[in-house]
């Protein structure tokens, strides 16, 4: 039996993991804000009160750290999917696809600067590496988690016939509608994106598109 205390080296690695969160958290709104190229390690130290060395100790350039955020950002997606879809599976593919497009859509509303960030990430250079990297960690799996359900509910007649990846980005399109063109629509109509009211009408405006009535038969 070891006579040593591991108190200490607990206490440090919780001094570690909480110093991480600390940038991570400060690096989500430096992206979200500012986008990639803007973004810089020195201006992510100086607001979240840490030194520039110590964030280069944790995370080794700014293209890593975007990488940890962007891990961060998907894990809070799937805990929000798991938190709506985990309670009760629905029946059905058509069913299964709304349930999936909820969760999305209601983590753009809720989690607007965690929205922001996903939409920078094609900006600035090497952005086509960065797309490439989300595709093959996140984008990928996702879609493929959806792509049966799509040609499920397209063979039952309750989908258009058409290739499942441009369906499948057309209800992610509808997703974003709120969170990306939330500004215009309050400018044209005095709705606001971030009313629950607004957000339960597009609901059931999508319902009524999408999820609601068979296509009927050619």
Known sequence: MSTS????????????????????RTALKEFADRGFEAASMRAIAE????????????????EL??????SQVYEALAQAREGLIGRER???????????????FQFTIEQPQLHRF????????????????????????????????????????????GEPVLMYYAMVSLANTLALMGPDIAA???????????SKA????MDALLFSKPVPAR
């Open 118 to 161: 996903m939409m920078q990430r094609r900006e600035g250079a090497h952005g086509e590496d960065r797309q490439e990297w989300l595709a093959r960690h996140f984008l990928r799996p996702h879609f493929e988690r959806a792509r049966p359900l799509i040609k499920a509910a397209q063979r039952a007649g309750e989908l258009p016939r």
């Open 65 to 70: 750290l975007w990488q940890a955020v962007a």
């Open 202 to 205: 597009y609901m059931k405006l």
């Open 47 to 62: 607001q979240s009160g840490l030194t520039h060395q110590l964030i280069a100790y944790h995370f080794q350039s700014k």
């Open 188 to 198: 044209t109509s005095g709705l606001e994106a971030a009313d629950p009211k607004t």
């Open 5 to 24: 205390d591991p108190t200490p080296r607990r206490r440090e690695q919780q001094r570690s993991a909480d110093t991480k969160q600390a940038i991570l």
């Open 90 to 104: 629905a029946d059905g593919a058509l069913a299964q696809l709304r349930q999936e497009f909820l969760a999305y």
